[in-house]
């Protein structure tokens, strides 16, 4: 399966302000996807972020609140914009392609606290 | 849009029991099945998948999973869990048809005492 590390692993944030959660991976994969998974919920998708061009979000997030960035084939930028208690969560990146097509591996997820 | 049912939220087994978690979905085409595990402070790993072939899929660590399309199920099973089987267990399924996300279902936690 793949290696993925997400950086930070955690964080507690004030409201009001930003954090950028990065995504790598050990070797070239087609898709890299990013889910919130909220405190006792399943995963949601928030978008799938595309290589090379605009990332494409799920119904109910968007760009301005979640933006992504995808500047090659093995890293992910989600950054979580303007922050609010209620995006206290755990942010995860997926990612499927290259060796291991047609299943997702997921990262060890970045558990946020907004205060 | 398709959905996932996972009907039991907290399961909780003595050690040697045997395990079945339901997992049914609401999709009419062909898909792709998924078992995820999360362990207690882990992130998710996969467990098994189903795509086609023998319905009956057999997985990491024992487990295994039948897909029965009549029913739109893909049940988890395990002869008999051990204490370390104590996770919580996502259900995911995607459709085939169209750019279609993988959905998940809200997990089942289980519990397994000595």
């Known amino acids: 399966s793949a290696v993925i590390s997400q950086k930070p692993s955690r964080d507690i944030c004030q409201r009001g302000t930003s954090l950028t959660i990065q995504c790598q991976v050990d070797s070239q994969v087609t898709m890299m996807f990013w889910y919130r998974q909220q405190p006792g919920q399943s995963l949601t998708l928030i978008a799938t972020a595309n290589q090379g061009s605009e990332a494409t979000y799920e119904s109910g997030f968007v760009i301005d609140k979640f933006p992504i960035s995808r500047p090659n084939l093995t890293f992910s930028t989600l950054t979580v914009s303007n922050m609010s208690p209620e995006d206290s969560s755990i942010y995860l990146c997926?990612?499927?392609?290259?060796?291991?097509?047609?299943?997702?591996?997921f990262g060890p997820g970045t558990r946020l606290t907004v205060l | 849009a398709q959905s996932v049912s996972q009907h039991n939220h907290h399961v909780i087994l003595s050690e040697a029991a045997s395990l079945e978690l339901g997992c049914n979905y609401s999709?009419?085409?062909?898909?792709?099945l998924f078992w995820y595990v999360q362990y207690p402070g882990q992130h998710l790993q996969l467990l098994l998948k189903y795509f086609s072939g023998d319905p009956l899929v057999k997985g990491i660590k024992g487990f295994e999973a039948e897909f029965i399309k009549s029913k739109f199920s893909f049940n988890l099973r395990k002869p008999s869990v051990q204490w370390s089987d104590t996770a919580e267990y996502f259900c995911?399924?995607?459709?085939?048809?169209?750019?279609?996300?993988?959905?998940f279902g809200k997990g089942t936690r289980l519990s397994v005492i000595a």
């Open positions: 997926s990612v499927e392609g290259g060796s291991w097509a047609d299943t997702q591996y």
């Open positions: 999709y009419g085409g062909t898909v792709n």
């Open positions: 995911a399924v995607m459709a085939l048809s169209g750019n279609t996300p993988l959905v």
